[in-house]
């Protein structure tokens, strides 16, 4: 039995599966000038296999046993930093600058983190839709729930693509990895695991008005039996919608699922135009 013991407290979920950690750490493509930022390293098993291929590790543990136990295994090792704090909570960018320089400025983020609060740490890490991250990372390589996986890399049309899917191909290219059995971890949790590498970037084509398209996504999805003009209706007029709809070649009767990222900033940057739409 691994040592210590998981505290569901903290949604703890030792992975102990060498094939599962080879996969993030060759999606990471780390090399030796990467300074990498680690969310819930937990026994550390991830952790050395960081430290052994980057510049340096900077690691954010909210567990302060765990801490602990971490600072006496890895404390020596020059290039970890170890922070016990909540990551959801921590200023890293400020806490960092008082700091060796060898830890600052993190350019990749490679992490197990878990399930119930992926999405606060996907919008902490990549930024959403109106507001920008406070650190620009280069990629982002997470162990996440098989599930949200398949949502943040769905493509339109797909019985899983939704606003987060939206949400987050508007910040960042998607990769899905590979699948991780939940006999991979212990205690294995109810549902498989993914490995996604998402790299932020900014896309070609933004809206004119994220804080309006971040809306339109919302509103839009709200239910998606619906189609779009009528999930809408409380925004603009559906006749107007249908005109906007087939000035973009987009068939009036769309559901929201159906829309790609870029035709929803196209609708987004077309509806800016139209003086009576007042988000």
Known sequence: MPSPYPRKQFAQHWLQSDKALNEIVK???LSPGDRILEI?????????QLLSRA?????????RNLS???AKKLG??????????DFLDLNLESVLT????????????????PYNITGPILEKLLGTISHPPQISYQSVVLLIQKEVAERIN?????????????????VAECEYICTVPAKAFYPAPKVDSAVVRLSPRPLAFPADRPRWLETLVKVGFSSKRKMLRNNLKG??????????????????????EDLSVSQWVALSNLLTLEPSVTP
């Open 98 to 113: 008082q700091t060796p320089e060898l830890f600052h400025h993190p350019n990749k983020v490679v992490a197990n983190i």
């Open 40 to 48: 819930g390293p937990g026994t550390g098993i991830l952790t050395r």
């Open 27 to 29: 999606a990471a493509a």
């Open 154 to 170: 769905a493509a339109p049309g797909s019985r899983t693509y939704g606003a987060l899917s939206v949400r987050v191909q508007y």
């Open 76 to 85: 020596d090792i020059p290039n970890f930093l170890l922070l016990c704090a």
């Open 55 to 63: 510049e340096s590790v900077v690691a954010v543990e909210i567990d």
């Open 235 to 256: 925004l603009i007029d559906r006749d107007q919608l249908t005109q906007f709809l087939e000035q973009l070649n987009i068939n009036p009767q769309v559901r929201a």
């Open 68 to 70: 602990q136990k971490l």
